[in-house]
């Protein structure tokens, strides 16, 4: 009795550190109706299923437990994919991907409105929106954890509206000390 109460705790302790190293990924509808109730920054993963960079990003930065921890703790975040046929309502507009070929959906498909709307000129990117749902910025390409955590900081402290220049953002840039670990 011992013995299975104690690998039943081991267990259950296991999958607890393991959610911590997971990110609660919602879709784009549910952070917008998150966001009426409790108001946060949400953060987009657009990705498709054919990027390499994309799968990248999933397991070398998004797994992080850091990363992890930070994003579930100050984002609703989103994991959205640029060419797939999800529908959405953003600012009390539809996008949807009426070009949508599901015989197409592991190799390149059509742009999704939504992913058009942003004006995304690759894949994977992150964009960031503020507590009001207003689109603050995507960063394009692969990120490793202190290179995103830059970012997520920036956007969360709300620093981005603070600088005006492109040597004020040196500077900041410069003075800031990644706190994520690297493994």
Same mark, same amino acid.
């Given at each position: 009795?011992?013995?299975?109460?104690?690998?039943?705790?081991?267990?259950?302790?296991?999958?607890?550190v393991n959610a911590q190293n997971k990110i609660n990924w919602i879709t784009m509808n549910e952070?917008?109706?998150? !966001?009426?109730?409790?108001?946060?920054?949400?953060?987009?993963?657009?990705?498709?299923?054919?990027?390499?960079?994309?799968?990248?990003?999933?397991?070398?930065?998004? !797994?992080?437990?850091?990363?992890?921890?930070?994003?579930?703790?100050?984002?609703?975040?989103?994991?959205?994919?640029?060419?797939?046929?999800?529908?959405?309502?953003?600012?009390?507009?539809?996008?949807?991907?009426?070009?949508?070929?599901?015989?197409?959906?592991?190799?390149?498909?059509?742009?999704?409105?939504?992913?058009?709307?942003?004006?995304?000129?690759?894949?994977?990117?992150?964009?960031?929106?503020?507590?009001?749902?207003?689109?603050?910025?995507?960063?394009?390409?692969?990120?490793?954890?202190?290179?995103?955590?830059?970012?997520?900081?920036?956007?969360?402290?709300?620093?981005?509206?603070?600088?005006?220049?492109?040597?004020?953002? !040196?500077?900041?840039?410069?003075?800031?000390?990644?706190?994520?670990?690297?493994?």
């Amino acid at each position: 009795m011992k013995k299975t109460l104690l690998v039943f705790v081991i267990l259950a302790s296991s999958l607890i550190v393991n959610a911590q190293n997971k990110i609660n990924w919602i879709t784009m509808n549910e952070a917008l109706a998150l !966001q009426k109730e409790n108001p946060k920054k949400i953060m987009i993963d657009v990705y498709t299923n054919w990027c390499g960079p994309c799968k990248m990003l999933d397991k070398q930065t998004f !797994q992080n437990e850091d990363v992890a921890k930070y994003v579930n703790e100050h984002f609703y975040a989103v994991k959205f994919n640029g060419e797939g046929n999800e529908a959405l309502t953003y600012k009390e507009n539809e996008f949807t991907n009426p070009n949508y070929d599901a015989s197409r959906a592991n190799s390149r498909n059509s742009s999704h409105q939504f992913a058009d709307f942003l004006g995304l000129k690759g894949y994977p990117t992150i964009a960031f929106f503020d507590e009001k749902a207003q689109f603050i910025y995507p960063l394009t390409g692969f990120y490793k954890p202190q290179e995103l955590e830059f970012y997520l900081k920036l956007f969360i402290k709300d620093k981005h509206l603070e600088i005006k220049t492109k040597e004020a953002f !040196q500077e900041y840039y410069n003075a800031f000390k990644p706190a994520f670990k690297t493994k």
